[in-house]
């Protein structure tokens, strides 16, 4: 249901918990889910892979016009943004506005 409701952060948290070793290990308890609820298990991890920086997500969300997003992938995004760039662009020490662009668009 959280999927039908765009909200990718109460998904990834449950992904989370069901991946947790000890719900991984009851292997006899797996058999007996429906072959049609794996399927939209295996469907739903592959929206959240992380495979190609979350690609399969990243698109998901430019296609929802509402949605309530995952942070770990923006924040960690807008990490690497300021840590990679510069504030002031040297030499004449005027701010990197590209580097606000970045960050815009990430918030966006």
């Not at 924040?75 to 005027?94: A, C, H, V, W």
Request: aromatic share 8%; proline share 3%.
């Amino acid at each position: 249901e959280s999927m039908q409701l765009n909200n990718y952060n109460c998904v990834t948290e449950i992904l989370g918990a069901l991946k947790n070793a000890a719900i991984v290990r009851l292997k006899n308890t797996w058999k007996f889910i429906p072959a049609k609820s794996l399927e939209r298990w295996n469907e739903i991890q592959s929206i959240m892979s992380d495979d190609d920086n979350y690609s399969n997500y990243r698109n998901a969300i430019q296609s929802n016009t509402s949605c309530i997003p995952y942070l770990g992938i923006h924040l960690r995004d807008l990490t690497y943004i300021d840590d990679g760039n510069s504030d002031l662009i040297e030499p004449t020490k005027m701010i990197n506005l590209s580097k606000m662009r970045l960050h815009a668009k990430v918030i966006e």
